[in-house]
């Protein structure tokens, strides 16, 4: 069975605090695809990232930036100088490989809510 | 990407009634789900909608109680059946993903509330 697990319920940073997200997975499935998603305020899911496992590089988009690290099974999500704009709660969800380029359901983390004050 | 969008955005109901909520997404997509987020939680998988056949419905949910339609590849509906106050959620609709087409998208959500 598959499980994402998101230890941190609430991380509360001042602005410009750079803030990292846990986020932890198992799996018996080898191609497997995880990916974050920020829900601000509003409730509508905004997609971040998805990752596949065969790619173990870490991605930085701006002031966003992945580590994946398969051999602790880990796919940690970190803001850097860290905004008020960015205070959401951050998902981070594993979907089984349908097949090498596509993938179906999600399983979500129970989220991590991210309070930036000024 | 896809766009996707929800109707309603937001209902309240009573308790005893029913509430379909439909997606529309602009693109044919292979798959569709729907999902449920309890106020304060994660997102939970209610089924898979399948185009031309019933959908798979996931532990602790039954087509009694939601049923769901996918009469095409770019439209499907989920009803919310003898509602409880229990149902008040927020339920998403999504397309799955393929490649570099599509990431797993989300509607904008129907926030539901059963008095």
């Known amino acids: 069975a598959q499980k994402v697990t998101q230890a941190q319920t609430e991380i509360s940073v001042v602005e410009k605090e750079d803030v990292t997200l846990d986020c932890v997975y198992e799996t018996r499935d080898t191609t497997y695809y995880l990916f974050w998603y920020k829900q601000p305020p509003s409730g509508e899911l905004v997609f971040l990232i998805r990752?596949?496992?065969?790619?173990?590089q870490n991605e930085i988009s701006g002031r966003y930036s992945w580590n994946f690290q398969k051999s602790t099974s880990s796919f940690n999500f970190t803001i850097t100088a860290s905004q008020v704009v960015d205070s959401a709660v951050y998902f981070c969800a594993l979907s089984e490989a349908m097949t090498t380029d596509s993938w179906g359901k999600l399983q979500f983390g129970a989220g991590t809510q991210v309070v930036v004050t000024p | 990407s896809a766009v996707i969008s929800q109707k309603p955005s937001r209902d309240i109901c009573q308790r005893g009634t029913s509430l379909t909520i439909q997606c529309q997404v602009d693109s044919q997509v292979t798959m569709m789900f729907w999902y449920r987020q309890q106020p304060g939680q994660s997102l939970t998988l209610i089924a898979t909608?399948?185009?031309?056949?019933?959908?798979?419905?996931e532990s602790g949910f039954v087509i009694d109680k939601f049923p769901i339609s996918r009469p095409n590849l770019t439209f499907s509906t989920l009803t919310v059946s003898n509602m409880s106050p229990e149902d008040s959620s927020i339920y998403l609709c999504?397309?799955?993903?393929?490649?570099?087409?599509?990431?797993?998208?989300f509607g904008p959500g129907t926030r539901l509330t059963v008095t």
């Open positions: 909608a399948n185009q031309g056949s019933e959908a798979t419905y």
């Open positions: 999504s397309v799955g993903g393929q490649g570099s087409t599509y990431e797993q998208y």
């Open positions: 990752r596949n496992s065969f790619d173990e």
